[in-house]
Structure formats: structure tokens, C-alpha cells
């Protein structure tokens, strides 16, 4: 029997759980950059199935791919799923094993996640995402870190092949605050924005107008324009992260916030303003951050 390659001999073995709408375009890059993957489905078998035909193998169980892989990836709605899934893992990685967590969680979760991996022998890293969909397919996302520094020097490789931009923000939990006060940043924009634009059409400047302006100037930037693309283009996925998952980030952001002793009265009024959109409609899997302006129209009297 002959042997396979060097190259494919010295590469890590990665598991992956959540081939999404980030994960699938990170996983692809993995297996394009020669890393055996291993990956499982959930609900949406397409991403799988495409991954599969470009030579990805499938795991039956979250036990199998566990057994299967050096380094595992998760990309989860939040913490309540990272903790369950991280807890069959530490039961069944082989020891000297990478847990990978690329999900936006709540740092307390995350930093009581890292002990309990190192105590099994395990290693952990908080790799939380920056970019869009559309980056994950082309490797030009943006990657927040916390690991210790040996674990961040072996993982750092791998998330180069999915993260054009990668930075060691301190140890295990350190990327997820990040990850959240960068979330603070987008997500107030888009509360600022729609209300912003409910008065621009109440006040009779008009959303066209108020785009023509800002458009170009020092206000613009890349989150105004995909936020516009909704509000302005009417394109419904110019910015594919719900509502639900941008209120729970908020409040992820709370707590981390609690914990700091901070005053947070703008954040709070972000993630009010979340809140109203997802209790009054906004709680479906594609009503997305850039719509809230119709939320806020709504509230205000305005029909869009």
C-alpha cells in the first residue's frame, strides 16, 4: 500500500461543526489548502454534500468526527451549543487535540469552556469572525484571537487559510470580547442608521437623499454600504446576519459589561433597539440586521 503524500501527512486533521453561511466558505479553504476535513451536518445538507464532493469526509456522530480530528473548528449560534458540543469533544478528542471556537459566545461561557479543555489535556482558542459571508469563500476574513501563545503559534497556520487578517488579542476568551465590542461597533451603526432614516422620510429629506450625501463622505464605510444595500437597493441579503443573533451578541455584551463594573447606556439603547425589531416580527432566519430600518419605520408611522 502506498503511502500518501508528505504534504497531506504533515497537515492537521480538522473537524468542522457548522458548515453555514460562514463555515462552509472557511471549510472549503481548509480542504483547498490540503487539510484532511471532517465534517457533519445539521439541518441544511448542501454545504455538506458540496464539501463532501470536494473531498471532505462525513461523520456520522460528533463522537466520529471528534476521533477523526487533531484540530476542531465550531462555528454555533452561541454559548448555550458551544458548551454542549465542546462536552462531547473533551470526551473523545485524542489528547494534545485543538478546540477552535469561531462562534460569537459570551466570554464567561467561553473562559470556563478554555479550563475545562486544558484540564483534559486539551487546547483551546476563541477565534471569532470578522467579515461576511462572501469573504469566508474567498479567505479573506478576519480573525480575533485567544489562545495562550504556543496554542495561538500552532493554530495560526491553519485560520490562515480562511483569515486574512489574524490577531492575537490576548489569552482564551480575549477574542470574544473583542468580537463583541466589534459587534457594538456594526451594531450600533445600524441602530443609528435606521433611525436615521426614519426621520430622514418623516422629516421630508427622503432615504435617497440622505444616502446621496453620506455616500462617499467620511460617514461611509463598509457595513453603511451593505447595510444600504437593504435600505436603499431593497437587496434583502446585502448583510446576512439576523436580528436574533445581533440581539443575542448584545446581550452577551451586557454581561461582559456587568462583569466589567462598565455603564453602558448606549449599548443598552442598541440592544433595545434590537429587541422591539425581534419582538415585533424580526425573529425569523432571514430577517436580517439592515432590515430593523422597516422595524423602525414601523414604529415611527411610516410605511417603506
Known sequence: ??????????????????????????ASNLLAAGHPLTVIAHRNRGPVEDLVGKGA?????LEELAQAS???????????????????????????????????????STEMLAGKTE?????????????????????????????????????????ATWAKAIVRIGDPGAGHKMKLLNNFLSLGYGAIYAEALAMAEKSGVGTEMFDRVIRGSRMDCGFYQTFMGYAVEGNREAHKFTLTNALKDMRYLTAMADGAGVANPVQGAVKNSLAMAVNTGGDGREDYVPHLVDFVAKANGITR
Open 1 to 26: 500500500m502506498s503511502c500518501p503524500p508528505q504534504r497531506e501527512r504533515d497537515m492537521e486533521k480538522i473537524g468542522f461543526v457548522g458548515v453555514g453561511l460562514m463555515g462552509h466558505g472557511m
Open 57 to 61: 469526509s462525513e461523520a456520522g456522530s
Open 70 to 108: 487533531d484540530i476542531v473548528h465550531i462555528c454555533a449560534p452561541g454559548s448555550p451549543q458551544v458548551e454542549a458540543i465542546v462536552e462531547v469533544l473533551l470526551a473523545h478528542m485524542a489528547k494534545g487535540g485543538v478546540v477552535v471556537d469561531c462562534s460569537t459566545s459570551n466570554p464567561v
Open 119 to 159: 484540564a483534559a489535556g486539551l487546547h483551546w482558542a476563541d477565534a471569532p469572525l470578522g467579515g461576511t459571508p462572501a469573504q469566508a469563500e474567498t479567505g479573506e476574513l478576519s480573525a480575533m484571537v485567544g489562545a495562550n501563545a504556543e496554542t495561538f503559534a500552532r493554530v495560526e497556520p491553519v485560520i
